[in-house]
């Protein structure tokens, strides 16, 4: 099986930087995934990691180990309109394709 | 590009009842993956379709089914709705089933 961990809430300041953990655990990993979700919306796609190292786009930035089933999603710059949920997804590997959510982030951008 | 629909986007049903929910991918994508996602949770993993053929299963009852049709489109069916079936309903696309994946904007399903 899979088990995702997260922080259930954060707050940072506008202008400063956050870093969101997610730490997993699975039998077989295929990616990571990184979406933001505004409340009663759906989740937008913010980053896919298959291999261990940093992936940077524009003021987002995710990172993977995979040897520590350990990922953070890093935002620069923060700004009003980044307060919502984050969430963590693993995907699994093999010819049966399972992605498991984390439970997410709750990021609460303060003046 | 037009991204990911789905329909309806808000539906109210009766215990018992059944419910259809149908998701049209991004032009291009052939993996489909149906959630369920609960207030205050992530979302569930239900079904991954991939080449009109079911690729992936969560651990949900009987009573929820999904096809993929010749065009990429999907269904997600489910039976004898119970009041925990309220939820949103999420679809999600894909290249291939393991590239990243795009959601749609949901369905909104109560069931009172």
């Known amino acids: 099986g899979q088990n995702i961990d997260q922080p259930t809430e954060m707050t940072a300041t506008e202008g400063a930087i956050v870093q969101i953990n997610c730490t997993y655990q699975?039998?077989?990993?295929?990616?990571l995934f990184w979406y933001q979700q505004h409340a009663g919306e759906a989740p937008t796609f913010l980053s896919y990691?298959?291999?261990?190292g940093l992936e940077e786009k524009g003021r987002f930035s995710s990172f993977l180990s995979r040897s520590k089933g350990y990922s953070y999603l890093l935002l620069k710059e923060l700004q009003m309109k980044d307060s919502a949920s984050y969430l963590c997804?693993?995907?699994?590997?093999?010819?049966?394709?399972?992605?498991?959510f984390g439970i997410g982030t709750k990021l609460q951008v303060i003046p | 590009d037009a991204g990911v629909t789905q329909s309806p986007t808000h539906l109210i049903k009766t215990r018992g009842q059944h419910v259809t929910l149908r998701c049209s991918p991004i032009?291009?994508?052939?993996?489909v993956s149906w959630y369920q996602q609960v207030l205050g949770q992530g979302p569930q993993f239900i079904f991954q379709?991939?080449?009109?053929?079911?690729?992936g299963r969560g651990n949900f009852p009987d009573r929820f089914s999904a096809r993929q049709f010749p065009n990429y489109s999907s269904e997600l069916n489910v039976n004898a709705l119970l009041l925990g079936d309220s939820a949103l309903y999420l679809c999600?696309?894909?290249?291939?089933?393991?590239?990243?994946?795009?959601f749609g904007p949901g369905t909104r399903l109560t069931v009172t």
């Open positions: 990691n298959v291999l261990d």
């Open positions: 699975t039998s077989g990993f295929n990616g």
């Open positions: 379709y991939y080449e009109k053929e079911e690729r």
């Open positions: 032009s291009g994508h052939k993996s």
């Open positions: 997804a693993v995907r699994q590997s093999g010819g049966y394709q399972k992605v498991t």
């Open positions: 999600a696309s894909s290249l291939a089933y393991s590239y990243e994946q795009y």
